[in-house]
C-alpha cells in the first residue's frame, strides 16, 4: 500500500506559479509510475503530467506542455509539478496517482486545490 499527499496548493493570479508535491508513504524504489491528474469544477478528471520513476521520462497533455514540469526526487520519495504561465483554465483539484506497475493506477491522493483568478 503506498499513501500519497499532496501539497503546495492555492490561489494565485494569472501568469503566476506554483509547485505542487506528492509525498509518498514508503520507499520509491518500488513505484513503477507516478503521474498528476486534475477535475475541475463540473468537469471529468484529466490527465496532465506522468514520470516513469526509473528512467524519469515525461509525458504531458498537450495542454500544459511546455508550462508544466513534472519531475521526482527518489531521495525523498517526492514527485513534483511545477506550474507556470498559469492560466484561469488551470483551476482545478489536482491529484497525484502511482503504480508500482503498468496498468491503471493503484494509489490516489486526496488532491490540493489551485485556483487562478483572471
Known amino acids: 500500500q503506498v499513501q500519497l499527499v499532496e501539497s503546495g496548493g492555492g490561489l494565485v493570479q494569472t501568469g503566476g506559479s506554483l509547485r505542487l508535491t506528492c509525498a509518498a508513504s514508503r520507499r520509491t524504489n518500488s513505484i513503477y509510475i507516478m503521474a498528476w491528474f486534475r477535475q475541475g469544477s463540473g468537469k471529468e478528471r484529466e490527465f496532465v503530467a506522468h514520470?516513469?520513476?526509473?528512467?524519469?521520462?515525461?509525458v504531458y497533455a498537450d495542454s500544459v506542455k511546455d508550462r508544466f514540469t513534472v519531475s521526482r526526487d527518489s531521495a525523498k520519495d517526492e514527485a513534483y509539478l511545477q506550474m507556470k504561465d498559469l492560466k484561469p483554465e488551470d483551476t482545478a483539484v489536482y491529484y497525484c496517482a502511482a503504480s508500482t506497475s503498468p496498468g491503471p493506477y493503484m494509489y490516489w491522493g486526496q488532491g490540493t486545490q489551485v485556483t487562478v483568478s483572471s
Open positions: 514520470i516513469n520513476w526509473s528512467p524519469g521520462t515525461t
